[in-house]
């Protein structure tokens, strides 16, 4: 009786293009309809079970049906390193004023704040496998963080299985 309901924001699937390999961006609302890719017009089905309809929940990735997901703080760490290094160079000048005190007042206001943008950024969840990226409506509370062991059980399961093209970007 339950229709699938829209969820609240489309999903953005940011991932490798089946057709032409391009990383591109296609935005999920409901139902399963094909998505075209922006880049050469080739149409992807993306896979999403009834739990993303019904609840909003990843639970396979809807690029290559890999079923282990993780996720992570959608933080990009060169916005962190600026801003540390902002802090940093701010305390210097502070210091060389009005005394060293200011740089270590300096550098531990620009970590409280570097803290406070961590946990204010939403999260991310990503492949194992194809790496595609999921953001926005999803349910990411049942998905796990990072597993090291898992990722490199599936790295070693694609190295041994079909033969994958060596370009995909050597992520940490
Ligand atoms: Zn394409
Ligand atoms: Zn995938």
Same mark, same amino acid.
């Given at each position: 009786?339950?229709?699938p309901i829209a969820p *609240?924001?489309p !999903? ?13 961006? $296609? %935005?999920v609302a409901a139902g ?8 050469? &017009?080739?149409?992807?089905?993306? /896979? ?5 309809f019904?609840? @909003? #929940? ?14 992570? %703080? ?12 902002? &802090? #940093?160079? /701010? &305390?210097? =000048?502070?210091?060389?004023?009005? @005394?060293? !005190?200011? !740089? $270590?007042?300096?550098?531990? !206001?620009? #970590? ?16 194992? *496998?194809? %790496? ?8 990411? *509370? ?8 898992? #990722?490199?059980? =599936?790295?070693?399961?694609? &190295? @041994? ?12």
């Amino acid at each position: 009786m339950s229709a699938p309901i829209a969820p *609240r924001t489309p !999903l953005a699937v940011t991932g490798a293009c089946p057709a032409c390999r391009r990383t591109v961006e $296609w %935005k999920v609302a409901a139902g399963g309809a094909p998505i075209l890719c922006p880049a050469c &017009g080739a149409e992807t089905l993306l /896979t999403l079970g009834d739990s993303f309809f019904e609840r @909003g #929940a990843l639970d396979r990735c809807a690029v290559c049906a890999e079923r282990h997901l993780y996720r992570q %703080k959608d933080f990009n760490q060169t916005t962190g390193c600026v801003i540390m290094a902002i &802090g #940093a160079i /701010t &305390g210097l =000048i502070l210091a060389g004023l009005y @005394g060293a !005190l200011w !740089l $270590w007042a300096v550098l531990l !206001l620009t #970590a409280a704040l570097d803290a406070v943008l961590y946990r204010l950024v939403p999260e991310v969840v990503i492949c194992y *496998r194809c %790496k595609a990226h999921f953001r926005g409506s999803a349910d990411l *509370r049942a998905v796990p963080p990072f597993d090291l062991q898992l #990722a490199d059980a =599936i790295e070693g399961r694609m &190295g @041994g299985g079909m033969t994958m093209p060596p370009e995909s970007p050597p992520r940490r």
